[in-house]
């Protein structure tokens, strides 16, 4: 079974930056993509940013230009860096990676913008 462990969540004032991690408890065979969901409360889980396996990115058009995503050369820890943020994406942020075979999921890593 693989973990996917997020970090780095937390309480932020509008226009300031976190950067989210999420590591993999082991390798991932045949891994295509990772990325970062969130899901405010009410809400339906939208999809923030993606990275595959080649390094191509996806951003959701919110997002494009203040976030962006990246992974380490073992392809198995994935980031997301986020500046500028928005009152209103306040959310539970997951880490998702998808491989030959399986969909997993992180617990979630609560993010926090208010003053």
């Known amino acids: 079974q693989v973990q996917l462990v997020e970090s780095g969540g937390g309480s932020v004032q509008p226009g300031g930056s976190l950067r989210l991690s999420c590591a993999a408890s082991?390798?991932?065979?045949?891994?295509?993509?990772m990325g970062w969901y969130r899901q405010a409360p009410g809400k339906q889980r939208e999809l923030v940013a993606s990275i595959t396996s080649g390094d191509s990115t996806r951003y959701a058009d919110s997002v494009k230009g203040r976030f962006t995503i990246s992974r380490n050369s073992a392809g198995n820890t994935v980031y997301l860096q986020m500046n500028s943020l928005k009152p209103e994406e306040a959310a539970v942020y997951y880490c998702n990676a998808v491989a030959v075979g399986r969909d997993d999921w992180g617990r979630g890593s609560q993010v926090t913008v208010s003053t």
């Open positions: 082991r390798s991932i065979f045949g891994l295509n993509v």
